[in-house]
């Protein structure tokens, strides 16, 4: 059990900077999440903590102690990578007990461990092939098994379920938030997908360009995005976001007329999620315009709206049927859940 | 139809140019072998005599000197290329400010002509003027004067040194593309795992460079076994026959003492010896193949 600071560090490929100058600190026991889109330094962030990776400047701290110069082996961590790094020579059952191996477990203990292990990650029937032998998902379940074998102080994890099927990924979900429960061990994890993010972490991390740009329970980076980009980047189907100008106190863009909190200016983007919106038959609705189309997703359909540039999406019961171009009408369930921001800054406003 | 014959057309000078410069030679020295042919008495092959040759070879003393000198040099010269290559690859794989540099200077061995280098050492180890034999007498003064290459043993030191000398550096870069080809993760992974550098070598690295290594020593043996330039511009053979290697042999016996017959079933040994290392390696490599490929 360990916690994590992330003091000013700074990460330059040559002239490139892939993580600007910034601090994080991973609390004991944390199940923190980094969550971006692809190339905006995850893996770089996870790497420089293993120790992979020198940082250009900076500290890192684990446990209260400086381990810039530590090598990965003493900063007591294991890890999932990216592309598996799986042993090739060696079977999937070498390939587990490896680390317990060289920290000198006996060998009665690793034995039963890596029973365990891979019954946990459903690969019992296949301890004895090699890696070859295996598919991208299975090898990904090898790379999992190998790192949760042990009981480090921290976890990192580098997308390790992206490649196994939805039902599987849901399955291993589970169980490595009860396995985080259970240990308690500080875990880091990367993904892109952001139901993963949303259902496993304790606090989400958004990256842009190397960048945190919200650091946040999952509940209020979803509940209040600090900007554009992760209001546009968290949920699915993601927000609405409307361009439009604000007068007199209400927000307008063709069909959109809603009353807004905020003095009249240009260059507004209000923005609500799907389900924050009902359907309505009356025509004086805040939203207006035709139907656009309509997709039932098994236990809700979203219909979405368009009128003019303004194209809305909402979430309705499963059951909603109409024809489409035909005038369509909605209305936001609850003002305090619409979000304002300013279209050249992307920052939130009010 | 004809359209798809003309490729057929169109390979047959190849293929004939491919029969008369290495196809009919082949056969014709293999029927040789199983002849009677001094050269010195007739310009044409004589009398079939059978195997007589091959039996004949086997109790030859100077034969079976030359298939032994041949083992220990081949022996020796591969596993110590092998292993100095891919301890010089380690070294060099991390791209450091002399990379290029050492790169080049490494390739300058590989460049210079076996014949060649033969001449060199034998200067370099002349007791009297060589630099490497009064450097030596210099720095240990118990080894002035030693006559290096009238030695059977410090001879035969000196044609395996010639040789890993000349093969390393090209032997380091194929290591060097193999060690390159292994996926990073696989180190990072046991060095988070907690393997000792070591460790990380011998289990983990060396491991997955099985196939470069065997390609490396079978390349290396072939190589080795056909060695004749050293032979002839360092040692001659000598002292007596303590350096006579088999392709050395051969080329006294067919052309020194005009044995054609008794040459051609020599040469169809030492490629008999070949044709199985290179058998056996094929296999080795395809098993390789259905094990390691991740
Ligand atoms: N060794 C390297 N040399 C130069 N640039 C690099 C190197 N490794 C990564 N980068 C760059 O650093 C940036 C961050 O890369 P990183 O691998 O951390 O992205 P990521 O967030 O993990 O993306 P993904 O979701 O695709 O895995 C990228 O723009 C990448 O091109
Ligand atoms: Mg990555």
Redesign the pocket.
Known sequence: MAEVRLVDIEKK?GA?L?VPQQSLTIHDGEFLVLL?P????????MRMIAGLEDITSGDIMIKGERVNDKPPKDRDIAMVF?NYGLYPHMTVRQNIEYPLKLRGVDKATRKARVQETAAKVELDALLDRRPSELSGGQRQRVALARAIVRTPSIFLMD?PLSNLDAKLRVTMRAELKHLHHELGVTTVY?T?DQMEAMTLANRVAVMRE?RIVQLDTPKKIYAEPADLFVAGFIGSPSMNLIDGVVKGGVFRADGVEIPVPLGDRDGVVLGIRPEEIDITQDAGAPISGKLYALELTGESTLVTLRNGPSSVCARGHADFEAEIDSPCYLAPKDEARIHLFDRASGERLG | MKDRLLPYWLLIPAFMIVLATTIYPLAYSFITSFRAWDLTKSRRPEGFVGIDNYIYATGESQFLNSLWVTFIFVITSVILTVILAMALALLLRRKGPMHTFTRIILILPFAMSPALIGVSYRFMFNPEFGVIANGLGAVFPALQGVPWLADPQLAMGILVLTDVWHWTPYMTFMCLGGLASIPRETEEAARIDGASNLRIIFGIILPQMRGVILVMAVLKTIFALKMFDQVVTLTGGGPGTSTETLAYFIFNVGFRWFDMGYASALAWILTAIMMFISIWYVRMLLSERKMATA
């Not at chain 1, 692809?38 to 962030?45: A, Q």
């Open positions: 490929y490139f892939a971006g692809s190339g905006c330094g995850k893996t770089t962030t990216q997308e990367v892109h190397g």
